[in-house]
């Protein structure tokens, strides 16, 4: 059996393996990535993206309008009890599928000499100061670095035994792209009991309409469409958008054990980026932005120890965490104790009606959990 060798493996080609793929090519680096699934595809995801990573997107060679991204810059929230709020975006973004934007990147990574293999990897071992990485389909590859970037749940996370997988994964997420009215330079929050929905226009004027929920709340009802008509369209926002669009796909793509529970950002000499090292709660629209700068902080480092500027692997990875906390531990923490709040039935009608009275504080709070935009090595 050959035995391939390479400066650096990815494991996982979502936004955080293919943003970090692109730049250590780039940087000259021999790089191979390993994904599981083949290009293109659909994710449950908002797939409305913070413009913090459009400077960097640019400067690996991809820019989102190229491929019909729109561009927003508002924002609304309605409550369960129907009051509407509306504010502009401080920084913006826009809005782009995962569909095409992970397909273009995909395109982008070969372009710049990344090696794709269409595999799963099964095990990392770690000896003699290299990574062995095991396939299903046998292969196997040698590597001096290997980044996680397999997301937020994954075989992997099984094998490894991180901590994170044997709490509770009490979320299930709902997606599905309709064909409808909906300005396009609008992002929007509607609340429901136990849970909410994002909106917001694509390319190809198709809407995401796309809703996290808490499993328990679900599971009192006999399927989606069920709970689609007995909770979310109390909220008349919700009911006028499905009621008068037109679905795309033949049913709603869904992913349930979703946690937000810490993880480590170096695991068995493991850089982990995106997904994979922490998940901010998809309330404040930022997973995306936080995984191609999670993926940008990595790829630097690993570039200078890879030309011997950072002497040892200690430092490397004592860097990284160093440097990820800085960057995430904030925005991690006001997330999840917006979501906390927003979950408390008793507190999240008062919290929204402070939000009607004071408007301006929501781009206040939006700002504690997003980055300023992102520069340029
Ligand atoms: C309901 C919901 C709504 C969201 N809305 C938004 C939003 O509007 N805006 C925003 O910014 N963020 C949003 N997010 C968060 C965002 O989707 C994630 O933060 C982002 O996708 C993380 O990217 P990633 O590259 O880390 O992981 P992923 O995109 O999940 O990529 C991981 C990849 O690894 C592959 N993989 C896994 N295991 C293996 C293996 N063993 N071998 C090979 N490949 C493997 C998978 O197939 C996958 O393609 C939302 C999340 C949810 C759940």
């Not at 060798?5 to 936004?15: A, E, K």
């Not at 293919?18 to 021999?30: F, P, R, Y």
């Not at 695991?267 to 982990?272: G, K």
Request: with cysteine; charged share 20%.
């Amino acid at each position: 059996m050959t035995i391939l060798n390479f400066d650096v493996i990815i494991i996982g080609g979502g936004l955080a393996g293919l943003t970090s793929a692109i730049n250590l090519a780039k940087a000259k680096s021999k790089v191979l990535l390993i994904e599981k699934h083949t290009y293109p595809k659909h994710k449950v995801c908002g797939e409305y993206v913070s413009n913090e990573v459009l400077p960097y997107l640019e400067s690996l060679g991809f820019n989102p309008f190229e491929f019909g991204a729109k561009m927003i810059s508002n924002f609304e929230l309605t409550t369960h009890n129907n009051k509407s709020i509306s504010a502009n975006l401080p920084l913006g973004g826009f809005g782009m599928s995962r569909y095409e934007m992970d397909f273009q990147l995909y395109k982008l990574a070969l372009k710049n000499g990344v090696e794709v293999f269409s595999d799963t990897v099964s095990n990392v071992n770690f000896e003699g100061d290299m990574f062995h990485v095991e396939t299903k389909l046998n292969r196997i590859l040698n590597s001096k670095i290997v980044i996680g970037a397999f997301g937020k749940r994954s075989n992997l996370d099984i094998k490894f035994q991180r901590k994170f997988i044997t709490k509770k994964a009490p979320y299930l997420g709902v997606k599905i792209h309709v064909s409808g009215d909906f300005p396009e330079d609008k992002v929007a929050l509607h609340n429901f009991k136990g849970g909410y929905c994002g909106v917001s226009k694509v390319e190809n004027d198709c809407i995401n309409l796309c809703y996290i929920t808490d499993f328990e709340a679900f599971k009192k009802y006999k399927d989606i469409d069920t709970f689609q008509n007995e909770v979310l369209f109390n909220n008349s926002a919700l009911k006028a958008l499905f009621k008068n669009s037109k679905p795309e796909f033949e049913k709603p793509l869904t992913i349930s054990q979703i946690s937000f529970e810490t993880k480590n950002p170096v695991e068995n000499h493991i850089i982990m980026c995106g997904d994979t090292a922490g998940m901010i709660h998809p309330l404040c629209g930022n997973g995306m932005g936080m995984a191609i700068r999670s993926a940008q902080l990595a790829s630097h480092l690993i570039i200078d120890y890879l030309q011997g500027k950072i002497k040892t692997r200690e430092t490397l990875e004592s860097e990284y965490v160093k440097h990820w906390k800085k960057t995430f531990n904030l925005r991690l923490k006001v997330g999840h104790t917006i979501a906390y709040l927003f979950r408390q039935d008793w507190l999240a009608p008062k919290l929204l009606r402070l939000l009607s009275w004071f408007p301006f504080l929501i781009p206040q709070i939006i700002k504690m959990t997003h980055g300023k935009p992102m520069t340029v090595k």
